[in-house]
Structure formats: C-alpha cells, structure tokens
C-alpha cells in the first residue's frame, strides 16, 4: 500500500491501468440501450443515405440542360418515400421534394426559392452548380463502415446514427454489480428529531443518486456500525456477488474508523490518502475480484471525489472508455493565499460580465458545508504548486450542471 498521500495525476494513472471487470454481453434493444456501453465495435447495415436523393425542395434537372436555358417543362413529381424511377429528358425538370430519391439520370437541384413557377412552366432565376443541393448514396456512412468503437457509450449524440444505419438490437456489457455502504454510529434516516450527536444520513442519498445509471446495478447495504468485525464480516459478504463495494464515512485514522483496517485484512490497498482539499481520507483496493472504494464521510468530499474521478474509474470497469469529466476555463474575480501544499477543489459563483465567465469564491469551503455544493455554480481547480490566488488568474472551471 502507498502511504504517502497521492495526486490527483498519480491517481489517475493508477485509474487508467485497471482493467475492465465486465466480462459478459446482453442483446438489448434499441430503445434500451441508452446509457450502455457497446461490447463490439458497430457497423452500418446500409449506406445513408441509402440511395441519392435531394437535399431541399426544389426542381431536378439535367448537366447538359445547366446554363443552356432558363424556361423548362415540369410533368412529373417525386416525393419522400416515392418509389418512381424517373428519368429527365432534355428541356425538361422534375419536381423533387427533400430526401426524395433523384431521377436516376440527374445530379443537381435548383432550389424551389430560385424558380418562378407558372402552370407546367419553370423558369429557373438562378442557375445552380453541378452537383448541387444532391445527396450521394453513401456519402455519409458507407455500409459495412465502423461507426462505434467497442466501449462506446449510447447517449444522445449517437443513438440517432445507430437506428439510421438500420440497428435494431445492440450487443452491451452487462450492468455493473454496485453495493454500497454508509458509515457511522451517528447516522439516521432523515428526521427533524434528532438527538445527542446524531446527524442526518445524506450520504446515502448521494451516492444513491451519484450511482443511478443505466449501466449500474446497484444495492445499498445499509449503515456500517463502528465496530471493527461488524465492518469485516459486511465488506465480506458484499465482496462475493458485486463488481464494487463504495463506501462513505470510516476511511479516516480515528479509533472509530475501521475500513482500512478492515480492507487491509481482507485483501489489498492500492492507495490510501489524497492530496486533494476536500477528499484526503480515500482509499481504493481490492477484496479478491471487487474492487472496494472508500470515500471520506464529508457529504462535499463525497460528491466531488465521486464525480471528478471515481465515476471515470467506475466508466472503466463497466467497459467504457477513462475519460475525465470537461472543463472551461474561467477567470478569478478574488484573491487569496492557498494554506496547503494540496490541490484543491473551491466552490464559486460563475457570473458572465462583457462576454467573460468570471469566478466568484463560494463563502463557505468546509467539506462538511452541505450548503456550497448547492448554492455554487460549480469548482476551479487550484493547483499543488499555486500558493496564492490573485484576481485574473485563470483557472479550470467545472460546471456542476455537467459535472453531476
């Protein structure tokens, strides 16, 4: 185990080396494949377009016919979806509407906008380019073309590629098996009547919420008590039938802490500490094939560690590609010293002054402030090697809204 805290670089190059824990693939849906990672690379099934067609509405027409006339004759029609395998004669246009198939013997399209129509007469106002306004078959993607690399995850920006080159079912990893803890004596269901010491249970819901993916299976396992073999004999039992154990709270070097006794028992610790301001008190290891990772119990330190580098990890194992969350820049609008030699993650206020986004320290920084995830915009991130902030600095922005 590495004892010495490590950076966020070191972190992650000890992130990129693991290896995938999803070994096995389920034939989903289409429909239901939103958020899966793909287990094979993916090929079009056709050519798109798949045939030539027009880019806009308008009046298809011969090369020979380009420049020669203005005044045409127009008898027939295409429409979208039409099957018509239509030749032009000379003298003569076609009305072609957009994604309609082109006559065969055609290439170029004048749009409807620079033609003046009168009865069956079409009088072209001006001329177009050879080749214009003309979709190519296959100009987009060719059948049989690598559209997706394997690990590819299905989102949005992709999905509309994969039913357009004629994919109904898609072979993904399997869900990842996520079980996860809270820890502490001290914790309780959310209540208003709290007694003593005892606190609200907010991580729970963090990392419920952080967890809810569609590539995650996940299971909370309830609240560990501080108490060295009850922490055991759980991370045990967890360990057999889940890919990870999460867990928050009891990672620190307090007598009542007893996770990394626990893991260090039960298999191996590839790191314990950070040098990361909030987040110091995490570790990852390994109880046999499931990996283990213990989160600080500041409900701040959990939400930041999770979404700037255990998700990424998390993506890695299920089969996706390590890739870290996208930054900004943005300037400071404040000044201050830096205490540690730590990197840190500060909470500010984004405001947009004469086009430039300008940060804005958040006034609480704790990493028990609850508060300062919720009321900032999102974090800079501060260099081991920066001392002092001053106004004008530029600095990596995170945005909460893409970073959670």
Known sequence: MNKSPLTKKQIIEIFKKQENVVVKSELVNLENSLGRFLYDDLKSKVNLPPFNNSAVDGYALLKKDLNKKTLFYCNSRIAAGDKKNIK?????????????????????????ENTLVNDKKVEILKVPLLGENYRLKGEDIKKNQKILTKGSKIN???????????????????????????SGNELRKPTKNLKNSEINNSNFFALNSLLDQKFI????FGNLKDNLKIVKNNLLRASKNND??????????????????ALSYLGDIFFWRAAIKPGRPIAIGKINNCYVICLPGNPVSVQLLYAMLINPLVVKLSGGKFRLPNSKKIVANFSMKKKTQRMEWLRIIKKTINNQDLAYKYPKQGSGMISSVSYSDGIIEIGEDVSEIKKGDIFDFYDFETLF
């Open 88 to 112: 032009i004669k000379s003298g003569e246009v076609v009305r072609v509407f957009t994604g309609a198939k082109m006559p065969s013997n055609s290439s170029t399209i004048v749009m409807q």
């Open 156 to 182: 949005q920006q992709n999905i509309n590629l994969i039913a357009a080159s004629g994919i109904r079912k898609v072979k993904v990893y399997r869900k990842i098996k996520i079980g996860f803890f809270t």
């Open 244 to 261: 990870i154990i999460i867990t928050a709270g009891g990672a620190s070097v307090g007598e009542e802490d007893h996770l990394i006794d």
């Open 217 to 220: 299976s996940k299971k909370y």
